[in-house]
């Protein structure tokens, strides 16, 4: 009888051990559904049908939690020491959120509160005449533009409306991926993951490769192994609804709340819509206007920092503006087109921006305080009109 209780009393310690090693939780249980349906292709994606339900990635219950072991005559066994529970695991359900770090706003940076304070272009370092030139030239590459404006230090420049007015919103489509990178920003500054954590460590369930990283879905590259090796657009999108899961999941928070709480409520972003009013993808389906969609790019020329909160941390910044693989696309940063200002008149530094099918632009130069917006519905504009509209704007400063 002692040998049997010996023998129950080991097999019980091994039990303990393979359940404390395995790394789940009883909070890893459930995961928040996300819909992963946008496209972000020139075609566009299809808006869902009503009442629809979003599909989502699926997750089973993961099986942590323990019980007795029942001795032989059914109940737990006097003789046998009920061990200390193990500490939480790093990657258990929502974590807790730190406080965004206040910083300094630059001098003569201002940032919009409701609305845009507006500035003349001669007041703010342009040519007049030269912004207008630039405006009317971009119906030569982008005829159907809806939207051109000009920002500088926070303030609004110069606008154009073609059709409509600064309130009409745009399809922003694959400038949906750089709103979902700052989303991704904002949670690694606020710990919930890093840019180095395994996919499948934050999501077990996941279709991913077992090595990809959250860092290799914002570059697409993810889809091959070794990830890191080739840049796939097409085949890349089809992984970041993992980035929207992820923020989900550790965030304790749906991704439409996570949006609406740390993105558009501190930016006081007023027109836009993401999904018909519920979140779809970050491939796509960010409708938005000129002056919202330089916010995104008024809060990246500042680095991440709003009013003198930090919402996303310098090493994400320079992360998310440098080519992590080169050799796959030298030209592609966090969901950021990297490199895109040209100009004859004037060589300038970091640039990029976010680019969207039918000629959608956040174009961003943080050593100019400058942020170009446009909007339109051009079938052949993600790409060719991007030099005459950054390098006009360029040309027309003083």
Known sequence: MRWERSKLAWVWL????CASDDGSSEDDATMKPVDVAGSGSPAGPQPAAAGAPAPTLPMQPATGGRSSQPSAAGSPSPSTPR???????PMAGPMPQMPAPSMPTPDGVVFPGASWEAKSPADAGFDGAKLEATAAGLLTSLPGRQCFAVFRNGYLVYEKYYTG???????????SKSFGATLVGIAVTQGLFT???????LLPMTTVGPNVKIKHLLTMTGHLEPPGTAFDYAMGQMLL????NAIATKSGKSIGQFFEQHLKGPLEMQDIDWGGGRFV?????????????ARLGHLWANRGSWKGQKLISDQYFQE??????PMANAGYGYNFWLNVAY?????????FAAMGANGQYIVIIPELQLVVTSYGNDPQGQMSGAPSLISGVLEALL
């Open 14 to 17: 091994l039990i303990v051990a």
């Open 195 to 201: 840019t180095e954590d395994l996919v499948s460590t």
């Open 343 to 351: 100009s004859r008149a004037r060589r300038v530094g970091l640039s």
């Open 165 to 175: 007015d600064e309130h009409t919103l745009n399809a922003g489509f694959s400038t």
């Open 83 to 89: 061990p200390p529970a193990p500490a939480p695991s």
């Open 281 to 293: 993808s970050f491939a796509g389906n960010v409708s938005t206007t000129c002056r919202d969609g």
């Open 241 to 244: 609804g993992n980035l929207a």
């Open 320 to 325: 998310a503006t440098t080519a992590a693989f």
